[in-house]
């Protein structure tokens, strides 16, 4: 679906933070405590309050409904159908008596058994992606086995399998309960993969005992029809898709006891509303709500009630009608009152935090806040060599090259007074990164340092924001760091520097003083504070990971503070050299003070990908615990107590630090994992050396992450020829390493960073790590000069041999790379005489079976084209060689080809005999039969050339060796 670039934007913005809770384990999402600031106990009785529902639930027993619970946690109803196929009690058809007659197509994964997914009345379809497709192969090939089913759950994260399965579920005329979910699978990276379903079709109004459907995580923007003719239908799940509005009779829903619409668009809810005279549980929060219909008070039944994260400035007196109203969640609304008739029920509990109680309305903003009165604050637009501007009492809005703003407001300096700016070259002393950060911009000096204002100065710095992590500014007083309190938006676009036709993205914080600033990506901090009444946090970057504080777990007040890090399964795998290797996020966690619980804290964290509570083999499963300061991971699996649900992992621990679940099919050991963490931390570069078409002795150094490679050579291709880029290496954010030039070139020495012959660098993965340098013949050489550049760490090694100096060593190792350089030869007045492509001398075969020359491979090369590379390789030329190659004439398809070629001829040399017709088999095998008959033509006449010159010389007959004619 095609958005707009503000959408897009906004999107990037927000989409790492989660606007409610994923309704993978709840019907309730809870949202995470650190939006909204400190947290009590209401937040723990929002998971219990479930149970109400649950025992509803549990009581009709035509829907088969079982929940699970296990200390508080609630599962939801689809969930709890998860669980029960895992039941020894409930007999389930063994996977032997479908062998011989199903084939399923996409098949199941190894790890999936069907006797797993398919027992006498559940079907569950969402545990791996295209799973919905088997629902219409089960159809084709057990049909009567199937109607009877009573549950069923489907992904919808595949939209052909999806159009599939809808075509069966109108025959599936028993079906209690029917989840089409989406996020139900995650990819190899651990993000969900969104759901496709946009409507239903309206046959599956034939389901007449359906009591349960959930269609959460998906794309409806209307209510299906269809729904509004199920008779028995208790309990509905909408949450997080595209609702704007509800129909108007969503009041023919007379059984309806649960309504979940957590998470939509929602500006208003229709008056039919309050004909559901049975509902029990209403769920509107995280919508755009900004009154409730009067009607609401006619809900007679409803117990549970929650509009929590909404716009609403009011609610309805007839809410005091609400006799069996027993919860009641407002809070994060804009509500200055609440109705004195709520007083009157008093059984109900009311959760009303961050709403502005008994303050005024809030007053228009003022005039400096608005976008119509900005333009009177003066503007002044910075070029790159402007580093002075005035700034007088009236204030100003200065705009920096690259996209910086500095809002000076009116009154915070007394006279007019000269400020500066200047963007530092990134180094050790201006720049401090914590584990996992990201350097997302230059440094930033304002000076004159420690000027006070009389009012705080709005320091907006660009950066471009990275996945799974949120920028915060840092400010260098010249003797430690602070983190600033940050507040990240998207730059006018009127003023901001478009990157890809996107605005500038802003990391904005107020200063009292000057100094230096950076801006970090950090992956999500959230936090609350814990009483001795509990708590309950949420990530916010990934809602699955919960925390749950009992009561009396501490004594005193105490911040915590939680990260989840995403991990790469792929690249655990490469790493451990084990394909069913799996890892959860990474959790870190902190508090201050820093002591051990009183009482065990209940940690909830996804299962790895891949890994469900169905297929599970609890002896692979491993806990790691990680010490921070140490750097060091130990196994602590036997000794903390690991429950597994269908979809997450529990554990109680007392104190806190960095936990990590891995699944692993082979020995999992503590210093695999630490050698695997300290490998997640470094970034696969590589580096470049690019000459300038134009003057040859001026010279491209540029150190890249491995993925923006391509795009940087193909954008220099015009003006920079040179060597291929460099094999992977690994470095870490920040890490320092050199370069130097060897064997018969020199860097000039009047760089201001250049000592000794060699240039530090920085490696920041977010920045051009680059230099531009001169580079000459070593002690006045005035022919063509070879050598090389080297990348290393520490210091320059002298008297490398070549054969060590070549060769490209591990990342442990004291080189990184070494990349071959020439300058060619210079004429009388200094200057550069450009070189001709020069073919080295060549004469494949012998007398007896015929010669190859340049000339003839000069012939052959004209037809080859671009099968080169395929023909290269049949020729047994290396990858690396080919790329070399390729980079070195990637503008001049003709010498590409010619240099393929006599490069492995040079090679035949010292190979034997047999070259032609190594030559030959290869075009053969390269589909090139054409230039095989041609090869063949050539040595053919070779052999008669020669046999016409031994007649011409008076020699025995032909095929006669020469030696024995002169006998």
């Known amino acids: 679906m095609e958005k707009s670039s503000e959408e897009e934007n906004s999107n990037d913005d927000d989409g790492d933070k989660a606007a409610g809770c994923r309704l993978e384990d709840e019907h309730l999402a809870v949202t995470p405590t650190s939006r909204y600031g400190d947290t009590d106990s209401s937040e723990i009785l929002r998971k219990d309050s479930d149970r109400v529902y649950n025992e509803q639930l549990h009581s009709e027993r035509r829907a088969g409904v079982q929940r699970h619970r296990d200390e508080g946690d609630a599962v939801s109803v689809s969930d709890s159908c998860f669980m029960d196929t895992c039941n020894p009690s409930i007999s389930s058809l063994s996977s032997s008596s479908f062998s011989s007659v199903l084939c399923l197509t996409p098949p199941l994964p190894p790890s999936v058994e069907l006797s797993a997914v398919l027992t006498d009345t559940r079907l569950t379809l969402d545990v791996y992606l295209g799973g919905a497709a088997a629902l219409a192969l089960l159809w084709g090939s057990i049909p009567g086995h199937l109607k009877g089913l009573r549950y069923l759950r489907l992904g919808s994260e595949d939209k052909p399998a999806l159009e599939g399965a809808l075509c069966v579920l109108p025959h599936l005329t028993e079906l209690h309960s029917l989840a089409i979910r989406g996020r139900c699978v995650y990819d190899a990276q651990g993000n969900p993969l969104p759901g496709l379903l946009t409507t239903l079709p309206n046959s599956l109004n034939s389901l007449c005992l359906l009591v349960h459907v959930d269609l959460s995580f998906n794309q409806l923007s209307v209510l299906p029809s269809c729904l509004l003719s199920l008779p028995s239908l208790s309990a509905l799940l909408l949450c997080h898709n595209c609702f704007s509005e509800l129909p108007p009779n969503i009041g023919q829903l007379s059984s309806l006891t649960y309504l979940s619409l957590i998470g939509n668009k929602l500006v208003s809810l229709p008056a039919s509303l309050g004909q559901l005279k049975e509902l029990q549980t209403l769920d509107v929060s995280d919508n755009l709500l900004e009154e409730l219909p009067n ?38 609304n804009e509500l200055h009152f609440i109705p004195p008739c709520l007083n009157d029920l008093p059984l109900l509990k009311i959760d009303v935090r961050d709403n502005p109680l008994g303050q005024p309305p809030t007053p228009p903003p003022l005039p400096l806040a608005t976008d119509e009165a900005e333009p009177n604050i003066p503007e002044l637009h910075l070029l790159f060599n402007q580093h002075r501007f005035s700034v007088t009492s009236a204030g100003c809005h200065v705009f920096l090259p690259g996209g910086t703003q500095l809002l000076f407001p009116p009154g915070c300096l007394q006279s007019p007074t000269i ?69 990240v938006r998207k730059g006018r676009e009127k003023h901001s520097i478009h990157f890809l036709g996107r605005p500038t993205r802003l990391a904005c914080c107020s200063v009292s003083q000057f100094s230096w600033f950076i801006v970090v990506a950090r992956p999500v901090r959230d936090s609350c504070s814990v009483s001795p009444a509990g708590a309950f946090l949420v990530s916010s970057a990934d809602p699955r990971v919960k925390l749950i504080f009992p009561p009396d777990s501490t004594s005193q007040t105490r911040t915590i503070t939680l990260q989840v890090l995403q991990v790469s399964v792929s690249e655990v795998q490469a790493l451990c050299a084990d394909p069913q290797a799996s890892v959860s996020p990474l959790l870190c966690l902190s508090q201050t003070p820093s002591m051990h619980f009183l009482q065990p804290v209940k940690v909830q964290v996804p299962l790895p990908p891949g890994v469900t509570g169905h297929t599970v083999d609890k002896s692979c499963l491993y806990l790691l615990h990680g010490d921070p300061t140490a750097q060091t991971w130990t196994d602590i699996t036997s000794q903390v107590s690991l429950y597994v649900t269908h979809l997450y992992a529990i554990f109680y621990i007392t104190h806190f630090s960095w936990y990590w679940l891995w699944y ?34 001026q010279v491209l150094l540029q150190c890249l992450p491995a993925n923006k490679v391509e795009d940087r050579v193909q954008s220099l291709s015009e003006q920079y020829d040179g060597p291929q880029p460099s094999d992977l290496c690994d470095l870490l954010e920040g890490e320092q390493f050199f370069a130097g030039f ?71 190792s004291q080189w990184l790379a070494t ?149």
């Open 419 to 487: 400020l500066e700016w200047a963007e530092r070259r990134p180094q050790r002393k201006w720049v401090l990164l914590e584990e996992h950060d990201i350097l997302l911009s230059r440094p930033l000096e304002l000076r004159p340092h420690g000027i006070t204002f009389l009012k705080p100065v709005e320091v907006c710095m660009a950066h471009h924001r990275k996945k799974w992590k949120e920028a915060v500014v840092r400010k260098y007083d010249g003797t430690s760091w602070n983190t600033l309190p940050t507040s």
């Open 295 to 332: 009607e609401i008070g006619s809900l007679g039944e409803l117990k549970k009630l929650e509009l929590s994260h909404n716009k609403l400035k009011r609610l309805p007196e007839t809410m005091g009608s609400l006799r069996s109203l027993r919860e009641l969640f407002i809070f994060s």
């Open 819 to 967: 990349l071959p350089l020439r300058l060619p030869a210079l004429d009388a007045d200094n200057k550069y005489i450009p070189e001709e492509l020069q073919l080295p001398p060549l004469n494949l075969g012998d007398p007896e079976s015929g010669y190859l020359t340049e000339a003839n491979l000069l012939s052959i090369s004209l037809q080859i084209g671009q099968d080169w590379r395929v023909i290269g390789i049949n020729l047994g030329l290396s990858y690396q060689e080919l790329d070399r190659i390729q980079y070195k004439y990637r503008d001049n398809l003709g010498a590409l080809v010619l240099d393929m070629l006599f490069h492995w001829a040079q090679g035949q040399k010292s190979a034997g005999p047999g070259a032609v017709s190594r030559l030959t088999a290869a075009m053969i095998e390269s589909g090139r039969r054409d230039l095989a008959d041609e090869l063949e033509d050539i040595v053919s006449l070779g052999k008669q050339k020669y046999t016409e010159s031994l007649r011409r010389v008076g020699l025995e007959a032909e095929g006669q060796p020469l030696c024995e004619s002169h006998q």
């Open 742 to 812: 060897e064997r018969g070139l020199d860097i000039c020495t009047d760089r201001p960073d250049c000592v000794g012959g060699r240039l530090c660098f920085v490696f920041y993965s977010n920045l051009k790590n680059l230099k531009e340098v001169y580079i000459s013949p070593a002690k006045g050489l005035r022919a063509p000069v070879r050598g090389e550049v080297s990348f290393y760490r520490g210091d320059i090694p002298s008297g490398l041999p070549e054969e060590v100096v070549r060769k490209r060593k591990g990342h442990d």
């Open 664 to 697: 692993k099919t082979q020995s999992c050991v503590s210093g695999m994992v630490r050698k695997v963490y300290q490998r997640l931390k470094q970034f696969k570069v590589q580096f470049m050396v690019l000459q300038r078409k134009t003057d040859p002795s």
